[in-house]
T-cell receptor
Framework: KQEVTQIPAALSVPEGENLVLNCSFT??????LQWFRQDPGKGLTSLLL?????REQTSGRLNASLDKSSGRSTLYIAASQPGDSATYLC?????????FGTGTRLTIIP | NAGVTQTPKFRVLKTGQSMTLLCAQD?????MYWYRQDPGMGLRLIHY???????AKGEVPDGYNVSRLKKQNFLLGLESAAPSQTSVYFC??????????????FGPGTRLTVL
């Protein structure tokens, strides 16, 4: 059974800093890995999807990397802004199903 | 495009009552999913569907039933609600091109309280 861990559970940083969120998973037989953000009381918004054949994916200030063999993915956020405050979830996909971590709650301090 | 919509947004039930949650998507996606989200446990898959007329069990299916009579709709039913079913329910949909990614898109959620 796939298990997903996200460390740290919570993170507070001053505005403008670059930061890295970590995701580890136990079963490396995955097809893709998706990163989401969730604002309080809202649904999930897809940020990036990395296919198993890719090493990384970029969208604006976000960069996600994937190392299947070691069961790790990282989400890098450059020049953080207060609007980046949210919970970030990673979810590897296996057998057409996503398995979610419990997320990292990120707070950007103005 | 409305994307994925969920009805209702909030609901309070008494133990033993029944209800149906409706999920609709206008993206012509083949796959649809129902999740529940509880504090400290992350999202867990309840049931899913890989096409019209199909359903399959996820990680936590007990106490729930689903139907996918139309491609755009996926219904989640609670026949006899229990306090343990108090949760936030999310619906998602996705497409899959042959050999391609399976990116899921989520609805805004339904907050259900069972007293």
């Amino acid at each position: 059974k796939q298990e997903v861990t996200q460390i740290p559970a919570a993170l507070s940083v001053p505005e403008g800093e670059n930061l890295v969120l970590n995701c580890s998973f136990t079963d490396s037989a995955i097809y893709n890995l998706q990163w989401f953000r969730q604002d309080p009381g809202k649904g999930l918004t897809s940020l990036l999807l990395i296919q198993s054949s890719q090493r990384e994916q970029t969208s604006g200030r976000l960069n996600a990397s994937l190392d299947k063999s070691s069961g790790r993915s990282t989400l890098y956020i450059a020049a953080s802004q207060p609007g980046d405050s949210a919970t970030y979830l990673c979810a590897p996909e296996g057998n057409e199903k996503l398995t979610f971590g419990t997320g990292t709650r990120l707070t950007i301090i103005p | 495009n409305a994307g994925v919509t969920q009805t209702p947004k909030f609901r309070v039930l008494k133990t033993g009552q029944s209800m149906t949650l409706l999920c609709a998507q206008d993206m012509n996606h083949e796959y649809m999913y129902w999740y529940r989200q509880d504090p400290g446990m992350g999202l867990r898959l309840i049931h899913y569907s890989v096409g019209e007329g199909t359903t399959a069990k996820g990680e936590v299916p007990d106490g729930y039933n689903v139907s996918r009579l139309k491609k755009q709709n996926f219904l989640l039913g609670l026949e006899s609600a229990a306090p343990s079913q108090t949760s936030v329910y999310f619906c998602a949909s996705s497409y899959r091109l042959a050999g391609g990614p399976n990116e899921q898109f989520f609805g805004p959620g339904t907050r259900l309280t069972v007293l």
